[in-house]
T-cell receptor, first 115, second 118 residues
Framework: AQSVTQLDSHVSVSEGTPVLLRCNYS??????LFWYVQHPNKGLQLLLKYTSAATLVKGINGFEAEFKKSETSFHLTKPSAHMSDAAEYFCVVSPFSGGYNKLIFGAGTRLAVHP | GAVVSQHPSRVICKSGTSVKIECRSLDFQATTMFWYRQFPKQSLMLMAT?????????EQGVEKDKFLINHASLTLSTLTVTSAHPEDSSFYIC??????????????FGPGTRLLVL
């Protein structure tokens, strides 16, 4: 069975400090993995996507994520948080890399950024 | 690129009325469109998947007669909440995947529609 676990429901950081949002997945196949961000009362914006190419994926707004198969993890990081990064972040798995299939969403991590 | 719009962004209606929500892919053709529902402080729940010109596939527990989905073209899908009741109040989000090989699994999301049924 496929599943996604976001290890922290809330993360709070100070502006200018690093961000780490943790995600572990379970998949019987070679999955594709995504991080999406959702600002209040908005839809989801794609931050980055892993599809079995380079294990370190760079996304928009300075975010990046590293796929670690041995740890079944896909943690999202950013070297320096900005106030505008405060939002809800979803780790998402597509069980089969390539082609259409249902996405599996994590429960979300709410990131707060303090001045 | 890959912009998805929804209309309306917010709607308030009386109990018993029907509400239609439109989802459009603005700069691409969408193989498949998806409808999600999101409750406050929760993740997205997939309601149904629709392909242009065919009937939607509903997730278990979603009433197909209550949530009517029409996918008339490669750029437009509509969700109609029929005989809406207060428990249907929610944030509805659509997404679309591109009509091209190699990237069908990425979904691009609309901005969402906030429905409040009084």
């Amino acid at each position: 069975a496929q599943s996604v676990t976001q290890l922290d429901s809330h993360v709070s950081v100070s502006e200018g400090t690093p961000v780490l949002l943790r995600c572990n997945y379970s998949s019987s196949y070679s999955p594709s993995l995504f991080w999406y961000v959702q600002h209040p009362n908005k839809g989801l914006q794609l931050l980055l996507k892993y599809t079995s190419a380079a294990t370190l994926v760079k996304g928009i707004n300075g975010f990046e994520a590293e796929f670690k198969k041995s740890e079944t993890s896909f943690h999202l990081t950013k070297p320096s948080a900005h106030m505008s990064d405060a939002a809800e972040y979803f780790c998402v798995v597509s069980p089969f890399s390539g082609g259409y299939n249902k996405l599996i969403f994590g429960a979300g991590t709410r990131l707060a950024v303090h001045p | 690129g890959a912009v998805v719009s929804q209309h309306p962004s917010r709607v308030i209606c009386k109990s018993g009325t029907s509400v239609k929500i439109e989802c459009r892919s603005l700069d691409f053709q969408a193989t498949t469109m998806f409808w999600y529902r999101q409750f406050p402080k929760q993740s997205l729940m997939l309601m149904a998947t629709s392909n242009e010109g065919s009937k939607a596939t509903y997730e278990q527990g979603v009433e197909k007669d209550k949530f009517l989905i029409n996918h008339a073209s490669l750029t437009l899908s509509t969700l109609t909440v029929t005989s809406a009741h207060p428990e249907d109040s929610s944030f509805y989000i659509c997404s679309a995947s591109l009509l091209r090989t190699g990237d069908q699994e990425t979904q691009y999301f609309g901005p969402g529609t906030r429905l409040l049924v009084l």
